[in-house]
């Protein structure tokens, strides 16, 4: 059985699917899981949420906390917007941050 694509109607708004259907044993009939692809814009879907997200600080873990007191003690926050734009100040602390405490490459690896 191959996977389709579907598009759903909800509140008036199309959103992209991909539907696997698959033989259910138990029930001893074809049942469909189905994958969010997306808003459907003109035909492709696009992921909302996704877009333009990037995290602004790393608190959630304690490692960062006293990180975060230093760069607020030395002002690197003022510094580093004076020499890069204001929106990549936080995500070159946060690469920094996690240099610091984790030395090694960034991957999505643990």
Known sequence: MKSFT???KINGQEYLYEIT???DKEKKQIRQKSKYLGKNVDGVPVKVRSQGQMPKKVLSHGE???LK???EDLELEKILSGVVPGKEV???LTLAM???TRPRALSMAV
């Open 98 to 100: 996690n240099y610091a």
């Open 90 to 92: 936080w995500p070159i």
């Open 21 to 23: 259907p698959y033989y």
């Open 6 to 8: 579907r598009i759903k």
């Open 69 to 71: 007191k230093i760069s």
């Open 64 to 66: 960062f906390i006293p």
